[in-house]
Nanobody
């Protein structure tokens, strides 16, 4: 059984930073495609950052230069380090996984391929 559990969300001031974590069980992070998505009230879910096959990675244009996706294979944990946060970053953030990892990152981000496994989400609220 695949389980993804997000943590690290909270309320921060604009310009601040936050690190989200995703603890993974049931699959091995080192062999999985992994991603972060977010959904704000009244909006569709959007891809934020993805680690795909063959070392590919991609970010949404809105977060490039501010967010960094990374993983710790030994800990089966995925991270999203968020800097220079703005109110437009306010959303529920979800961790996602696909095993085995066979799809390049851009195809997850643009919605051509969907991740089959999802966490419950962690709320990020940015105020000013």
């Amino acid at each position: 059984q695949v389980q993804l559990v997000e943590s690290g969300g909270g309320s921060v001031q604009a310009g601040g930073s936050l690190r989200l974590s995703c603890s993974v069980s049931g699959v091995t992070v080192s062999l999985s495609c992994m991603g972060w998505f977010r959904q704000a009230p009244g909006k569709e879910r959007e891809g934020v950052a993805v680690l795909g096959s063959d070392g590919t990675f991609t970010y949404a244009d809105s977060v490039k230069g501010r967010f960094t996706i990374s993983k710790d294979n030994a800990k089966d944990t995925l991270y999203l380090h968020m800097n220079s946060l703005t109110r437009e970053d306010t959303a529920m953030y979800y961790c996602a996984a696909d095993f085995p990892c066979l799809v390049v990152a851009k195809n997850y981000l643009n919605g051509r391929v969907n991740f089959p496994h999802w966490g419950q989400g962690t709320q990020v609220t940015v105020s000013s």
